[in-house]
T-cell receptor, first 111, second 116 residues
């Protein structure tokens, strides 16, 4: 079955530290992949997306993600996190009829 | 206003009430969506509309009734809900429906629904 897995439900990092959020997908064809962020009480905001071409994509707020077909992964990274990055992060891919979302990773930032 | 707006932002209703959620998009998009977001569950797609026609209905109970009068507005009519229906209901829009080559969906802030 088509699915998206975010193995880490909750991650805590210190402000200024680097961040990597994992995402694995199960889909036969080349997927269209997305990362969204959701701040408390808000809707989802698009961080970045991969459709084709360069496998390293840049997004807003200093985030980037790398598509690795051999590993079926699309991990999100940021070199140095800020307190305002505390939020929930969702990986998704576009299937034939809908966006399929992962369960989300909640990010906590320690001062 | 820009983007996708939703009203009300918060709603408390009894199980016998009838209420409606409203979504409006100001992006000129042709597809609109309702999602349900419950604690500890992935986002659940409820309905998809493309050019005001429903194209997807993911086995949603009939106590949820969508309406799309035009490409900018989407409603979710609620009646005889259950406590387990308490959740954040998100509306989204995209230029075209999924499956047409990488459609970015833009989300509203959601309506936090509590069913007593």
């Amino acid at each position: 079955a088509q699915s998206v897995t975010q193995p880490d439900i909750h991650i805590t990092v210190s402000e200024g530290a680097s961040l990597e959020l994992r995402c694995n997908y199960s889909y036969g064809a080349t997927p269209y992949l997305f990362w969204y962020v959701q701040s408390p009480g808000q809707g989802l905001q698009l961080l970045l997306k991969y459709f084709s071409g360069d496998t390293l994509v840049q997004g807003i707020k200093g985030f980037e993600a790398e598509f690795k077909r051999s590993q079926s992964s699309f991990n999100l990274r940021k070199p140095s996190v800020h307190w305002s990055d505390a939020a929930e992060y969702f990986c998704a891919y576009e299937g034939a009829q809908k966006l399929v979302f992962g369960q989300g990773t909640r990010l906590t930032i320690n001062p | 206003e820009t983007g996708v707006t939703q009203t009300p932002r918060h709603l408390v209703m009894g199980m016998t009430n009838k209420k409606s959620l409203k979504c409006e998009q100001h992006l000129g998009h042709n597809a609109m969506y309702w999602y349900k977001q419950s604690a500890k569950k992935p986002l659940e797609l409820m309905f998809v509309y493309s050019l005001e026609e429903r194209v997807e209905n993911n086995s949603v109970p009939s106590r949820f009734s969508p309406e799309c009068p035009n490409s900018s507005h989407l409603f979710l009519h609620l009646h005889t809900l259950q406590p387990e229906d308490s959740a954040l209901y998100l509306c989204a829009s995209s230029q075209s429906p999924p499956g047409q080559g990488g459609q970015t969906q833009y989300f509203g802030p959601g309506t936090r629904l509590l069913v007593l």
